[in-house]
């Protein structure tokens, strides 16, 4: 168990976040069928430093995206990620992966 | 047969407990246990083994070996030596056909030695093939140790609890207390876990015992057996005390009943006051065996040989026993008469639990141990665990027999000898991993307790390395084996009660579990409440719906992004259905959404799909930045639906609005009063007749329910719903649809706006419109009814499967939905669903079953 700081609530038991992968990069243009794979099915799985989406379900509702070390579960840092709204792609393209079974 | 009290006697003599032992009635004293109580009684035998079912004996008498499971009060593989007695227990022996004395089954080690190899029937039962049957008939019967439930299986409820300590003491030996007394001191709040119950309360700190620390998880977390409770513990610290284990030696015969380890015989002498045997003899590499021989002798053994490893090295040693007892010591061909053996190969420091936290482990070749070192932080190990202990030899891999030729046995609970071992190697599982998972060595109840360091070190020997380079295999959770009962204990999660729960228990209805809801299944007709909303007028609850606002300047444009059809064209007051896909093109969701005005609108989700939705709302929301607030009101609010050709006429009843078809028309959202309720009116149609559903605060909900069934609406339940809605072939996301369904295959294209810039799932069914479906979901109808799961079969196999069927009254046939091969997707296509072993034909139908365009809906 380990503490993870909510940008909204600060550090607050991981017991109150719901976990969703690590952040992907969603195409900006219609990808081909092995490009879209990649994007939908494929993840890095590192054992290092990861950047991964976080969901403040039992607190403030938040969505924000954590740098974890996947080795120690050591959190680097949290923070509100930049949205990138338009089909333009911002420097850093906040994507998501697909959710597991809903 | 007792003897006087000895020094560390533990029993009291005036307090006798009476059990039940294989119809015998059995006396023992407090602080005895069932085995010492049956040892003093004369019993030898306490098991057969796992395959030769040879007779065994008490051996470590400290929870540690198989030998003596039995099954208590019908709870199977209760080890004896450490289960306290009780009054009234009911003691069976287990794995015998016969008795513990005359087992039948022993054939299997008379006659099926020669047969019974290690990997047997992994080579032998697979052929003939038809064979099989049989083959599985018989491994079933004689696989697994004991049997659960039965006639005489129990019934017991298990809790989990949730629990926090500062300081976590795991063990109860000496170390164990002197660090948890120690941490006391200084004001931590400690718990002590003992599996014994050899430590008494009312310290400084809190005691649990019998428990067992089942294993160290990540963060901290220990799970604790305490028979009836799971506790799950967080601490901060955990103190490893879990000891040693002591060891046996590999030599012919070291199974026999009468060969002991130390500890075993030095409890039964001094702890219960048991005379162990009549003459003994000692075979042991440190002075934790020698030792015993001070014990023996008080108790009147006669201690006649004894072998001290360390100054004599005898090339042959054997037991030789008769009919499975111990008889006489052969040491190079000098033999020694006694009927008890304690052997001892030295301690091993119990380290698995560190092990599992994370510690490495080391080979200390001087003393022929694995010690843990490198401990993770928040973890420490004390006494024995941590390898504190004295002066050992290393014992011989094993010891050759001579002219004594009985089996050496490295593994007892699964039966596995030194040359089962040595076959596994020549054939090629030369790794410890590879050599346990053939063998089965170190997999059975002691998980390793006791045959771990035997069979690295034997693996050592023979492949000439040393037990370094061997190394261990990875631990394991459980340490100690765990009820699964426990496992499965209650979690205490939340039953969701809809705001008109009470209204349907009054009316008798048959409630059921659908997700956290419960709901209605059906009023106690299903088919008279099918008829009533088909004729007349029925009213359902469907305040489980999930129900979102959506509300923000952005609102329109979030929307047409998540949905693939349009919504920023959506006129305020309408309603339109919608499919919430990923963007790997799956089905997640669906419902309506209905828009309220320029930046607001209402959607609703399936009954289990309001929190999924509402996250992936927020989700989206915060990679795109947009300016919409998003908020889940479905427990703030009642949901009904009226349905039925009447619903109009009842409704006019109890509202002042214009509710004539052409004010408050098919797909119109309305706020309107009814029966003095502030509603949301939507006029939508699931169950496919004329029909309102209407949303109001939940505290009013009952009062507008009551309302409805004044005017004479029928209540339907869940069961005459899912009739109606498979008339009108509507699908339920998640019983209809799987994790591979996707908008064309279920029949949906027209939903698909692919003019739209960018939709979640867009690219996934661009994809599927080139390259095409793979299935199909159509309708079919029948004469008789196929389970849901049934399969569509063609030529003998199976091209689909059904997801629903009902039996239609109103349609006059069975109908259904089911998946087939995209080319049977045609109207009237005949097909194959298979029924109790018997193919029955179907026929395709990829229009609604009744009412197929919809008139009623708006009428």
Redesign the interface.
């Known amino acids: 168990m380990f503490l993870l700081a909510c940008p909204h609530c600060g550090p607050r038991s991981v017991d109150e976040f719901k976990y969703q992968g690590e952040v992907t990069r969603r195409p900006p243009e219609r990808p081909t069928l092995r490009e879209l794979t990649d994007y939908v099915y494929f993840r890095d799985n590192v054992a290092g430093v990861q950047r991964e989406w976080w969901y403040h379900g039992t607190g403030c509702g938040l969505w924000f995206v954590a740098e974890r070390d996947t080795r120690t579960n050591e959190v680097l840092r949290t923070e509100i990620p930049e949205p990138s709204r338009g089909r333009t792609p911002a420097p850093v393209e906040a994507a998501v992966p697909d959710t597991p079974a809903v | 047969m007792r003897i006087a009290p000895q020094p560390g006697e533990r029993i009291d003599r005036r307090k006798p407990f009476t059990f039940e032992y294989d119809g015998a009635k059995i006396t023992g004293f407090e602080g005895d246990t069932i085995g010492s109580a049956l040892y003093a009684a004369g019993r030898r035998v306490f098991s057969r083994s796992f395959k030769y079912h040879r007779p065994r004996g008490l051996l470590c008498c400290s929870g540690d070996c198989p030998n003596c499971m039995m099954t208590v009060d019908g709870v199977p593989n209760v080890r004896l030596c450490v289960e306290p007695v009780r009054d009234g227990a009911v003691v069976r022996a287990q794995n015998v056909l016969g008795s513990l004395e005359r087992d039948l089954l022993s054939v299997v080690d008379r006659l099926g030695g020669p047969f019974t190899p290690v990997g047997f029937y992994y080579r032998t039962m697979i052929r003939p093939r038809r064979l099989w049957p049989v083959y599985e008939r018989f491994l079933r019967n004689v696989a697994g140790l004991g049997r659960v439930g039965g006639a005489d299986g129990h019934a017991r409820r298990y809790d989990t609890e949730h629990r926090r300590a500062e300081v976590l003491v795991i063990g109860g030996g000496g170390a164990g207390r002197q660090a948890a007394a120690a941490a006391a001191a200084e004001g931590r709040q400690v718990v002590l876990v003992d599996e014994r119950g050899g430590v008494t309360a009312g310290g400084p700190y809190e005691v649990l015992a019998p428990a067992r620390a089942l294993g160290i998880y ?4 220990v799970p604790v057996d305490a028979g009836d409770v799971l506790y799950r513990f ?1 601490a901060e610290r955990i103190v490893v005390a879990t000891g040693a284990i002591e060891q046996p030696l590999v030599f012919p015969g070291n199974d026999l009943v009468g060969v002991m380890l130390p500890n075993g015989v030095r409890r039964l002498a001094s702890e219960w006051s048991i005379k162990p045997g009549e003459h003994a003899a000692i075979v042991s590499v440190d002075d934790n065996g020698l030792e015993v021989a001070e014990d023996l002798r008080r108790a009147g053994t006669e201690v006649a040989r004894v072998v001290d490893l360390r100054a004599e090295r005898p090339v042959h040693l054997a037991a030789v026993g008769r009919r499975g007892r111990l008889s006489r010591l052969v040491v190079d061909g000098e033999a020694v008469d006694c009927d008890l053996l304690v052997m001892s190969g030295g301690r091993q420091p119990a380290y698995s639990l560190l092990a599992q936290s994370g510690a490495r482990v080391e080979y200390d070749p001087q003393r022929g141990i694995f010690v843990p070192t490198d401990l993770p932080p928040g973890v420490e190990a004390v006494g024995s665990a941590a390898g504190e202990l004295g002066p050992a030899a290393v014992p011989a891999a094993s010891f050759d027999g001579g002219r004594n030729r009985g089996r050496s046995f490295v593994c007892v609970c699964e039966d596995v000898t030194e040359k089962d071992l040595k076959r596994a190697l020549a054939e090629g599982f030369d790794s410890i991993e590879l050599a346990k998972r053939y063998t089965t060595v170190t997999m059975g109840p002691c998980q390793g307790r006791l045959c771990h360091v035997s069979s690295i070190r034997l693996l050592a020997r023979e492949t000439e390395t040393d037990e370094a380079a061997i190394g261990t295999t990875t631990a394991r959770p459980p340490w100690s084996p765990v009820e699964l009962g426990l496992l499965a204990g209650r979690h205490y999660e939340a039953a969701k009660r809809t705001p008109l729960h009470f209204r349907h228990v009054e009316a008798g209805a048959t409630m059921m579990w659908t997700g956290q809801w419960r709901r209605p299944f059906d009023y106690g007709d299903s088919e008279a409440e099918v008829r009533a909303v088909h004729e007349s007028l029925g009213v359902i609850d469907v305040s489980t719906l999930g129900k979102i606002l959506v509300e923000g300047p952005d609102a329109p444009e979030l929307l047409e992004r998540l949905y693939p059809n349009r919504f920023a064209d959506l006129a305020a007051g309408r309603i339109r259905y919608g499919v919430l896909t ?3 093109g ?1 089905i ?2 669906d419902g309506t959404i209905a828009r309220l005005g320029d930046e607001l609108y209402y959607v609703t989700t399936t009954s289990t ?1 309001s929190e ?1 939705v509402c ?2 709302f ?9 300016d919409v607030e998003i908020v889940n009101v479905t427990g703030a609010l009642a949901a009904v639906n009226l349905a039925g050709p009447r619903a109009r006429e009842a409704l006019a009843g109890l509202t002042d609005a214009d509710v004539s078809n052409d004010a408050f028309r098919y797909l119109d959202a309305k706020e309107i009063s009814v029966a003095g309720i502030p509603c949301l009116g939507l006029r939508i149609g699931f169950v496919g007749e004329l029909g309102y559903e209407l949303h109001c605060p939940a505290s009013a909900g009952e009062h507008l329910w009551d309302a409805l069934v004044a005017l004479g609406a029928v209540p339907f339940g869940l069961e005459p719903q899912r009739v109606l809605r498979l008339e009108k072939a509507h699908i339920i996301v998640g019983q209809d649809t799987d ?1 591979e369904s996707n908008l064309l295959s279920a029949g949906m294209p027209w939903i698909v706006k692919l003019e739209k ?2 939709f979640v799932g867009k ?2 069914v ?2 599927l419109q080139e ?1 095409g479906v793979r299935e199909r979901l159509v309708g079919f109808t029948m004469d008789v009814l196929p389970p849901e799961g049934a399969q569509v079969v063609r030529d003998g196999r199976p091209v689909g499967r059904v997801t629903s069927a009902r039996v239609s009254e109103r349609v006059g046939r069975v109908i259904g939905l089911a998946w087939v091969g995209p080319d049977r997707a045609e109207e009237g296509a005949a097909i194959s669903i298979r029924v109790d072993g018997a193919d029955h034909p179907a026929t395709v139908t990829l229009t609604p079953f009744y009412d197929p365009q919809g008139e009623l809906l708006r009428s």
């Open positions: 990540e963060g901290g977390l967080r990923t963007d790997g799956r997640m969701d799909g999924s996250e992936w927020e989700w989206w929301n915060a990679v795109w930045g947009y994790s810039e960018d690219w996934a661009e994809h390259r």
